[in-house]
């Protein structure tokens, strides 16, 4: 049943993506504009008519073919405004996943002492509920000023947008663990520390990988804008440069790109969730 379930569900993928891909193409052959001679067949691939024009849009077919430029030497160096599309993407990953890391070291220890403390909830709560609400790129200007390096400023900025998801979901998960569970590790005399690994940590997994999820999206998001910002490297600033060079398919193929890294990311986690509700 499962099986069937998932041929039908590909099925219809297929049949929307093939669907979105001739709305595409139609729509680019008519917003075609001027009048110029070139190939048939070069026509059809660059989304254009040989009798009416070019249009402002590239086609599928153009957008396939940069895909195939890129893949095909993905990391090439030819100066500073002139990388490959895979080396971009590395140092956008780099710089993601070292600031989520950071995030993660500080806000799931920090979440468990919310969570299992009162005073800390009622005493940081007030903090937590001002800064959560401020835009991480708002703390760029800050960052720059202060740690003069435009790829540590972007680590900076990733940690402010990852750390709130993470801290408040642990917070949450560790404070709903059944009182029952408690009061039963309290009655055998349980360690502190075996009860937060072995009873409150199983039990809030969940809620800290959701929180986890929800922020490595965040992150991937704003790691775009970010680079954009500062330049330099990474696929925001790629975005950039070609938007200056009026270089639309590049475009297209970068946000195709962000979109399939940011599903690979959270798929990871979606899997490290299953492993950890397994082992419970």
């Not at 001002?130 to 835009?135: A, F, Q, R, T, Y």
């Not at 800290?208 to 775009?224: D, E, H, K, Q």
């Not at 690979?264 to 986690?269: K, P, T, V």
Request: glycine share 8%.
């Amino acid at each position: 049943m499962a099986s069937s379930l998932r041929v039908r569900a590909s099925l219809i993928s297929l049949i929307i993506f093939g669907g979105f891909l001739a709305a595409w193409h139609f729509a680019v052959q008519a917003s075609t504009t001027g009048v110029e001679a070139m190939d048939p067949a070069y026509a059809a691939l660059m989304g254009r008519s040989a009798t009416t024009g070019a249009s402002a849009i590239p086609g599928p077919g153009a957008v396939a073919w940069e895909i195939w430029n890129h893949v095909r030497d993905p990391f090439y160096d030819k100066g500073p405004n002139d990388k490959g599309l895979g080396i971009q993407l590395g140092y956008s990953l780099a710089r993601v996943l070292i600031g989520y890391a950071i995030a993660v070291v500080v806000a799931v220890p920090l979440g468990f002492l919310i969570g299992m403390s009162e005073l800390v909830y009622r005493a940081l709560d007030p903090f937590i509920q001002v800064l959560k609400p401020i835009s991480p790129l708002a703390w760029m200007p800050l960052a720059l000023y202060t740690l003069k390096d435009s790829s540590i400023s972007s680590i900076f900025v990733i940690f402010i947008c990852s750390v709130w998801p993470i801290l408040l979901n642990t917070s949450f998960g560790v404070a709903a663990v059944r009182r029952e569970w408690l009061n039963v590790a309290k009655t055998l005399e349980v360690s502190r520390l075996r009860l937060m690994l072995f009873v409150i940590l199983p039990a809030a997994a969940p809620t800290i990988m959701t929180g986890m999820r929800i922020a490595v999206s965040i992150a991937w998001l704003v790691i775009v804008a970010a680079e954009m910002l500062v330049g330099g490297t990474g696929i925001g600033y790629f975005v950039w440069n070609e938007w200056n060079n009026l270089s639309i398919t590049s475009i297209l193929v970068a946000i195709l790109s962000i979109g399939l890294i940011g599903m690979a990311l959270d798929q990871a986690l979606a899997w490290l969730s299953k492993i950890f509700a397994y082992t419970e």
